[in-house]
Each structure stands twice: as C-alpha cells, then as structure tokens.
C-alpha cells in the first residue's frame, strides 16, 4: 500500500529526477519539496495465518523512493526499510535502487511469536547531524501489548561504509547515503496468508528536535551484500 506526499505522485517527474542521486540528495527530495523524508510510519498488524514453505513473514514498512517497477535497475525504487517479522525479529535494509538492498543483522528483542496478536509497529527514519557526522538514523519501536506502550527494539545509523551499489544512479560514492526524501512511503506484508490491519499512518517529523548519542560507525560486514 503506498501512500502518497501531500502534492500526490508524479511518476515522469520522479523517474527522470531519480536518475541522479547525488541531485536529489542536494535538493532534499525526489519529486519536489513535499516529499516524505524524515518520517515516522505506525500501525497496528494481526497476522493469522503465514504461508507455508514461502520464507519468514514480515511487515515491511518503508520511504524514501518512489515506485518499485520493472525494469531494473530503477533508481526511483530507493528506500530506507525496517522489517518486523512474525517470530519478533527485526532487520533493517537499505535500497539503493530497485533492487539493490544492503541488509542489517537481524535481531530479536521480542523473542515470542506474533502470530494471532495485535502488534503495534513504528517505523522512524530522520536525518540527523551530530557533530561533524551526517548520519540517516533507523528506529524501530512495538506496542506488543495493544496498550499503546511503545519500546524501541532496534536502531541502525548510517553513517557511510554502508552499500556499494551508490554510483549506479549517480550518487557520488558508492555508499552513498539514501538522505533525501520520495514521493511515496509504503505499507507491505510478505508471505503473509491472512493479516488485519488497522490505524496506519505517516507523518513527517522534525529530525533535528530528536537527541541522540553521536554514533559508533555500523561494521559493514554486518550490512548484508
């Protein structure tokens, strides 16, 4: 499920724009200054049933691009991502473009199945400069309750040396930072059988209004490829 910025989703304009990264990263977006960016994405999920034999089910909510199309490669299909699997387990992943995905280690702070539950799940992703570094920070927070009770269960930053697929769309290096915002921000289930949902939303917030410790570099070995 997409969910479109406040000015709606230009697909000719997107593509055309999404064929530089470097640009889009000096104007703050991809489409046009209304684009989601710094956001934060939330809902509520009940998985009831998985499919069988397909992979691991997981909630995958995600911004920073615009359409994940054919052919490849498509370098309006970016995106910053944060999964959350049925088992509790939690990854984060970094499109360069569709598809080229870098991928965090999986943890698992949850460690209890969510199957049958309803789960609250938030996603924020913001820019943020501390000291001399510029970072893209992940969060991932859950309600597992159904209280409204959110604790925070995994973060990532990217702080560079994350990614080597950055000059394909004209970023200038390739590890180059996803710091701009897309036109879309997406809601998606895989190998999901039957799920409800309820109360999605996406919001842009202020990055630079969160406070964080300046970050320890990500080892790239615990990127993914």
């Known amino acids: 499920m997409n969910v479109a910025q406040p000015n709606g989703y230009d697909g000719a304009k997107t593509a055309a724009s999404a064929l ?9 977006y991809m489409q046009d200054s209304g684009d989601w960016r710094n ?8 998985i009831n049933s998985v499919m069988s034999g397909a992979g691991n089910c997981e909630a995958v909510w995600y911004a920073r691009g615009g359409r994940h199309i054919d052919p490849q490669p498509n370098c309006q299909g970016s995106s910053m991502k944060a999964f959350l699997a049925d088992s509790g387990a939690t990854r984060f992943a970094k499109e360069q ?12 702070q949850i460690n209890t199945s969510l199957i ?8 924020i992703v913001y820019n943020k400069k501390v000291g001399t ?3 893209v920070k992940q969060e991932i927070f859950v309600d597992i309750d159904n209280t409204n009770t959110w604790v925070k269960v995994d973060e990532r ?4 040396g994350w990614g ?12 180059f930072q996803i710091s701009f915002g897309g036109p879309l921000a997406g809601f998606r289930i895989d ?21 964080i410790q300046p970050p320890d570099a990500q080892p790239p070995g615990s990127c993914g490829s």
């Open 97 to 108: 473009y569709h598809i080229a995905y870098n991928y965090t280690a999986v943890t698992n």
């Open 20 to 28: 530089n990264h470097a640009q889009c990263a000096s104007n703050g």
């Open 39 to 46: 956001v934060e994405m939330q809902g509520y999920i009940k």
């Open 191 to 211: 190998n999901a059988q039957s799920i409800d949902f309820k109360w999605l939303s996406v919001r842009e917030i202020n990055g630079d209004a969160i406070a």
């Open 133 to 135: 570094t510029s970072l």
């Open 157 to 160: 930053s990217d702080t560079n």
């Open 116 to 123: 049958g539950k309803w789960i609250g799940f938030k996603y």
């Open 164 to 175: 080597a697929q950055g000059l394909q769309c004209k970023g200038n290096t390739e590890d």
